[in-house]
């Protein structure tokens, strides 16, 4: 039992100072916990010993992993990237086997072995790439959209990789049949989830979900997780498939996103978990008697996988740049290419060194990738000239669309807050110019002939050539506080008199973006928050004016520009503005109400100037109810009017 808790405490602790270094360094808390294999483990500090209970654990990490990519598995997303995914990806993954393949005969080694060493040299880290492209705000760019789809294609030749390196395994004589017996197995098993799986989850769910218990919910996900994974299991296949189709079925449920928020923290832990075990594994002696070994291996993954992606990147039709930059990004190692470099050595198809090798030389280039993504403009530039025309086009049209504007309005983002600013700023005939970094929502807009047009809003040439000078506003209106304090730092170099409204998702960053010169920050949450409040206090019957005062006063607190907006009515008179404006007022309607069984227009409450606004019937609300609509007993009539109209229509409601 000491010896346990002592192992957990160790785990912690390290995980604890490790991962929060790596977190203030900004490198991924994946390397940190690869680290911490490395150095408490037998073959370092030697504070932790191989055993089989971390095996296990670490194997649910991978369990999990494979669930979350089941989840995120959407056929709709796989049809329109069809011919990234399968075109791009498909050649990347085919080439690199084939290549390694190549490379292990002439080194010697076994095409068992060269098959499964080249399946896990083809596995970029999803996991790395992705966060460093969402932190740079480029997963929607061109070269973005292609690293993705190459991504997605290795995370589905995971599966069958899992069921294809065990085989390999099994030798020459028995390989066929045991080869067609595992994708048999495979093949009857995701035919029979998919066709009765979806009958059974979808109402099962509903069920769990009907009890309104979120521990009766989650327990519920964890054995849909690791029953299927079981049954895979026994089946002689992997835990990680049976995992993976179980996301696969509840990805297609309404429960998709509340699964996939409740399995993150134990998919995170155990994932940590499965990376300290991996580096646990590391053996530093033979690393240094390998060392050039090890450094040959990672300059050919690294220049290798670079070098062929970007060709093929070319080759489908890229420009120079945006290959280069997919190429660059999908360099290194990845977590799959653990799970099936230990899956290899588990099974015996290379021996120690081999394991050794290729471990070091993933773990280095997964360390080299972070750098490689943060550098990969100045790569660009040193390597193609055709980036600075390509730069100096997306400026020229940005330039074209601006020239004719004076006094217009930058509106940096135009997705839906963007559209709908876009739209009051048109009814003002105020001028604006868009900059939007979704290529295909910049090309609908354009089609539409509406003022958008493709840039980086956080670059300083971009906003030059918008018409940054001439501009009377500028409004950022996506929640994204690194590219904003981007965004102020060039305006207030350029133009510091140039007000710039900024929007974030809560008020966290409010003084820090003002620090750097935001004229003003709005908070979804605090207007969310006063949205909600004043519908709440209206429905409860205060009336509208003193509704108006609460928000108002609370708006005065937090915006300096919205001082004195809501200033209609002056405080002097308050007290006769409350009987004069209009206000919310609910009537429930018994059985014997005297307009039960008559419409809307027979009971004439126009007459009286008050206005229905809703029937809730069966506690569901009715917006914007017909004149033709029947009133029924157990109705709610929501009414708005002054409040002697509204005595008057109540008392006809209920009594005629």
């Not at 002689?236 to 297609?252: P, Q, R, Y």
């Not at 409740?262 to 991996?278: A, H, N, S």
């Not at 290529?439 to 840039?455: K, M, T």
């Amino acid at each position: 039992m000491s010896n346990s808790l002592q192992l957990v405490l160790i785990l912690l602790a390290a995980a604890v100072l490790v991962v929060g270094l790596f977190k203030f360094l900004r490198l991924p808390p994946l390397l940190a916990y690869l680290l911490i294999g490395i150095v408490i483990g037998p073959h370092a500090l030697g504070w932790i010993s191989e055993s089989r209970q971390i095996s296990y654990l670490a194997e649910f990490g991978v369990v999990f992993l494979m669930f979350s990519i089941g989840l995120e598995f959407s056929l709709p997303q796989l049809k329109t990237m069809q011919r990234l995914v399968f075109g791009l990806g498909g050649a990347q993954v085919a080439l690199t086997l084939a290549g390694v393949l190549a490379a292990s005969l002439a080194l010697g080694l076994s095409w068992q072995a060269g098959v499964a060493l080249g399946g896990v040299l083809a596995m970029s880290s999803t996991a790395i790439v992705s966060k460093l492209l969402a932190e740079r705000v480029e997963l929607h760019s061109r070269h973005g959209r292609e690293i993705v789809g190459v991504l997605l294609f290795q995370d589905l030749a995971v599966v069958p990789l899992l069921v294809l390196i065990p085989a390999l395994a099994a030798g020459d004589n028995q390989l066929g049949w045991t080869l067609g017996e595992a994708f048999l197995k495979a093949a009857a098993l995701l035919a029979l989830l998919l066709v009765f799986g979806q009958r059974i989850v979808r109402p099962w769910f509903h069920l769990v979900a009907g009890r309104k218990s979120s521990e009766l919910f989650m327990l519920n996900v964890l054995l849909a997780t690791l029953g299927l994974a079981y049954l895979t299991g026994l089946a002689g296949l992997s835990l990680a498939l049976g995992a993976f189709l179980a996301g696969i079925l509840i990805s297609e449920t309404e429960y998709r996103y509340q699964v996939e928020a409740d399995i993150k923290p134990f998919r995170d832990v155990l994932l940590g978990l499965f990376f300290v075990t991996v580096g646990m594994q590391l053996d530093l002696p033979a690393v240094y008697e390998n060392i050039g070994r090890v450094f040959g291996l990672l300059l050919a993954l690294i220049a290798g996988k670079a070098v062929m992606i970007g060709v093929l990147s070319r080759f489908s039709g890229s420009q120079p740049a945006v290959a280069i930059r997919t190429g660059l990004a999908l360099a290194q190692g990845g977590e799959f290419g653990f799970v099936l470099l230990s899956l290899a050595g588990e099974v015996h198809l290379f021996g120690g060194a081999i394991m050794q090798i290729c471990l070091s030389a993933m773990l280095l280039s997964m360390l080299a990738a972070p750098f490689l993504i943060l550098h990969s403009d100045r790569i660009v530039r040193r390597l193609t000239g055709s980036e600075w025309a390509h730069r100096a086009k997306e400026l020229h049209e940005i330039a074209v669309r601006s020239a004719a504007s004076e006094e217009h309005v930058i509106v940096c983002g135009y997705g839906r807050s963007g559209q709908n600013l876009a739209r009051f700023l048109e009814q003002e005939h105020l001028p604006f110019i868009a900059l939007d970094l979704d290529p295909e929502r910049v090309l609908a807009a354009a089609i539409a002939g509406e003022s958008v047009v493709y840039g980086d809003a956080g670059r300083r040439e971009v906003l030059m050539a918008a018409g940054l000078n001439r501009a009377r506003a500028l409004v950022v209106t996506y929640a994204d506080v690194k590219s904003a304090m981007r965004v102020l730092r060039h305006t207030h170099e350029m133009r510091p008199d140039l007000p710039v409204i900024v929007r974030t998702l809560d008020d966290t960053d409010l003084e820090k973006l003002r620090g750097a010169g935001a004229a003003e920050v709005v908070p979804e949450v605090l207007e969310g928050s006063l949205m909600l409040a004043s519908h709440t206090l209206m429905l409860l019957g205060v009336p509208l004016a003193r509704v108006v005062r609460r928000v108002r006063q609370v708006r005065e607190a937090r915006y300096s520009l919205l001082r004195g907006f809501f200033h209609g009515v002056t405080d002097q008179d308050y007290e006769l503005s409350e009987k004069i404006q209009p206000r919310l007022h609910t009537v429930a309607l018994n059985p014997g109400a005297a307009s039960v069984g008559k419409t809307l227009a027979e009971v004439d409450l126009d007459s009286l100037l008050v206005q229905v606004t809703a029937v809730r019937r069966n506690n569901i609300r009715a917006l914007e109810p017909q004149p033709e609509t029947v009133l029924q007993a157990g109705d709610v009539v929501v009414l708005m009017g002054v409040p002697e109209s509204l005595a008057a229509a109540e008392v006809r409601l209920l009594q005629g």
